[in-house]
């Protein structure tokens, strides 16, 4: 089926279908989107978003070291500009292989927030086969969200790491930007993790 697969769409199954996991947000809409949903949902304040405001490069970088703290499913929605600019990540998380995360990568081929500049997967690079040749157990693509769906309920049973890449389109409007506190949500993300028995941090 072909379709407009659009991240707002995307995140909101990941809240939907993710109970209370922990879920890290790449910068600029990425994060907004997640508190907007997560509002929408009626789930604020959601301990468990990590969104990694200003941190360009990092947000799976940051999931890696959250999964291998805990025995639950992490979830980090990442963006193509983010991911290809600190690629070794990838190969970090193939070696290290931790089975309980899944990154979505919302891959719109473009720095959106900065003008919607096109990035290399708009050319000749294939974030699904790098993570393959990076060494993810699974790795899928999607370009409407029932695949979308699909692919990620079957992620959250079987074991990774496991790549999603969301061909994702831009509607050409962001939401506002939202009053997430870094510091703070840091503090009460990493709370709540250490207040819940499986978590090892
Ligand atoms: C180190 C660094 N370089 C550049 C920026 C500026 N910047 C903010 S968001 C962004 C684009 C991120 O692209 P992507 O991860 O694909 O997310 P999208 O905007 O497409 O959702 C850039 C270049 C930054 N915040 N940090
Ligand atoms: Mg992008």
Known sequence: MEGKLLRYDVIKNILQTSNNSPVISNLGPTSDELWHI???LELLPRERNFYTYGSMGLCSSIALGIAINTNEKVVSIDGDGSLLMNLGTLSTIGRVSPDNLIIVACDNEMWAQTGYQPTATAFNTELENVSKFCGFKNTFKCTNIDEFKNIFENALKIK????????????GEFPEVTPVEPEFTTYRFRNSMLNNNEAKL
């Open 160 to 171: 990774g790491p496991t790549m999603i890449v969301a061909k994702t389109k831009e509607t």
């Open 38 to 40: 997560t509002k929408e």
